[in-house]
Each structure stands twice: as C-alpha cells, then as structure tokens.
C-alpha cells in the first residue's frame, strides 16, 4: 500500500461543489490532492497548492480521507469501482458527498465492506457559497466511531456536521425527504408566477407576498411533525375540504389561462382522496398518513 500523509485529504470530482470543498480543505491548511474526469478543472486550486493527481488511483492512494463529489452514484461507481481505483482504496476511508438515494448508499457500503475500504456517506445540504463558512450543513450516516475519526478534517468544511445514526442509508435518505420540500415548492413557486404573470402580475410584485407565504411555514412544520409522529391530524381550523375548494380554484385559474396544472391536480387528487376516506374534518397532513399507508403504495 502506499503510503499517505496523515494531514492530507483526497477530493474526487472538480464539479462547482467539488472545487469549493477542495478550497476549504486548502484554506484549513490541509495538503490536499485533487482528481478529477475532465482534466484542467484543477487549475486554480492547483495555484492555491493542491496537489493534481495524474490519475484517480494516485489521488486514492495519497490520503487516508478521500472524499467524493460527482453527480450521482452511477459516476461515482466509474470512478471508485475499477480495480487499480478499488485496489488503491483499501484500508482507507471513502466520505460520500454525492446525492443519490438511500439504496445507493446502502449498496456502496456493501462495496466497501467486500474490499476493506472504510465508508462514510453523507450529504450537503447547502450551496456552495456556504462551504467552509458558519452557515454550511452537512449530514453523515454510517459508522460512529470512523466519522469522529474524521470529524476534525470535515469540520474545515465550516458550519454545522450532523452525524445521523450508524444505518448507511440514513444522510441519503434525509436528504431525499428535504429535497422533495425544495423542488416541490420550487415547483409551485415556479406555476405561481406563470399564473400571476398571466394575469397581469409580475414577478417583482407578487415577490414580497411571496416570502410572506414562506415565512408561515416553519410553524406550520412544526406543527405537523407533531400531528404526523402523534397520528392526530386535527382540521378544526382548516379542514381538508377547505384546502380541496382552494386547491380546485388554483386549478381552474391555471386552466383559464392555458397554463399546465397537472402538479396542482396531483397534489388535488390526493387531498380528495383523503375526504373521500372520510376524513374530511381532518387538517391537510392527514395526505401524509394515507400515503403512507401500505395498500397506498402498492
Ligand atoms: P455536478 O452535480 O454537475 O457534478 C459534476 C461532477 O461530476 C464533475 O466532477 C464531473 O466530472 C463529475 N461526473 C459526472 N459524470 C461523471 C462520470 N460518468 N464519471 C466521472 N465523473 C463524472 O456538480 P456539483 O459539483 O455542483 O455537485 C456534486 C454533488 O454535490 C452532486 O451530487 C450535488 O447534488 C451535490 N450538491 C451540490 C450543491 C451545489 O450547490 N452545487 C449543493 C448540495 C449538494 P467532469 O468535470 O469530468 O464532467
């Protein structure tokens, strides 16, 4: 094997959130040796005093952290996956930063396991304008021990690092329920101003309004994470089919002007199915439970 420097760390993947790690192992101090598929993405690191490895088993074989940050697992699995890569890895410890899903990492680590490789995998909840600065967060499931390990390399990362539990899947599959908030309001906000600009709104103006919206919903979280984990989904204020009427006319107003209403439709169906369970007088997170449900996902 190899030998490695014990202060240096190894970044796999020169994407926009790969470069920004990279520079905040840099910034801590940290000899760091950087790899990338598309060579030339290390140019400025390389002037700030990274170290470019002519290839992914050489990047592999110089640290005893290597961290990973490419698109998804299916690149990674290219990248980690052949033999002088897998060979070079062994005894060292893989950081997962990449996005895939729960079973993606829980078939990683089985990787792992087969070719004494240590790993740990994880998630970056923030942009990279955050990375290396109070407001990064960042969430790792998998050994406890073997992240305290690292800890104090990650921590040059900035910000908060949450160590979720010992079950593989667990950072991916936080990370999977908060981006389904993120890109479905993305989506909705997005078919707000298509409907408010066809109906003579701009964007600018509906805006302020806008972030009015989002600021009653941490509250409303809140409360329905206690209604979700209690089973009790009360709708005294605000029933379920008061949400349905509303739903129906955001549907028709989108309808009249031309314009796609299929995920208002979706999210529509959904909340009528629940009345039609009857549980009408129940509050809106009642859709939580019912899609839950098993004969629901089958
Ligand atoms: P991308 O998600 O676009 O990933 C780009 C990286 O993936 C490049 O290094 C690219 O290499 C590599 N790559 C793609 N396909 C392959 C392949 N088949 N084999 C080898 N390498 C491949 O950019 P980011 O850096 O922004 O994101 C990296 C990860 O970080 C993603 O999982 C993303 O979800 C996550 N993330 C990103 C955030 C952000 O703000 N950017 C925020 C939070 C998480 P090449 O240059 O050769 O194409």
Redesign the pocket.
């Known amino acids: 094997m190899t030998s490695y420097a014990e202060n240096s760390v190894t970044v796999l993947?020169?994407?926009?959130?790969?470069?920004?790690l990279a520079g905040a192992f840099l910034n801590a101090g940290l000899r760091t040796i950087v790899w990338?598929?598309?060579p030339g993405?290390d140019r400025e690191l390389v002037e700030r005093g990274a170290v470019s490895a002519r290839s992914a088993e050489e990047a592999a074989a110089a640290s005893r952290l290597i961290v990973v940050?490419?698109?998804?697992y299916?690149?990674?699995d290219?990248?980690l996956r052949r033999d002088a890569v897998t060979d070079a890895l062994e005894g060292r410890t893989v950081v997962q930063?990449?996005?895939?899903t729960p079973n993606r990492a829980r078939d990683t680590e089985q990787w792992a396991a087969g070719h004494g490789i240590r790993y740990l995998d994880g998630?970056?909840?923030?942009?990279?304008s955050t990375i290396g600065t109070a407001d990064a967060a960042i969430i790792y499931s998998g050994p406890e021990d073997l992240y305290r390990e690292h800890q104090p390399v990650l921590n040059a990362l900035g910000g908060t690092h949450t160590h979720l539990g010992e079950e593989i899947g667990r950072a991916a599959a936080y990370d999977i329920a908060l981006l389904d908030i993120f890109w479905t309001a993305m989506a909705g906000y997005a078919h707000a101003l298509a409907v408010a600009t066809a109906e003579g709104i701009t964007a600018r103006e509906l805006a302020p309004f806008a972030k009015g919206i989002g600021a009653i919903l941490p509250p409303i979280f809140e409360e329905a994470a206690e209604e979700v984990d209690t089973g009790s989904f009360s709708g005294e204020d605000n029933p379920i089919t008061s949400a349905v009427s509303s739903m129906a006319h955001i549907v028709q107003a989108s309808e009249a002007n031309g314009i796609d209403a299929g995920v208002m439709r979706a999210a529509e169906s959904v909340a009528r199915r629940v009345v039609g369970l009857g549980h009408g007088t129940d509050g809106f997170m009642r859709v939580a439970e019912v899609l839950g449900r098993r004969e629901a996902r089958q």
């Open positions: 993947g020169l994407g926009p959130m790969g470069r920004t990338n598929r598309t993405r940050c490419v698109v998804n299916d690149a990674s290219a990248i930063l990449t996005a895939d998630a970056i909840m923030t942009p990279t």
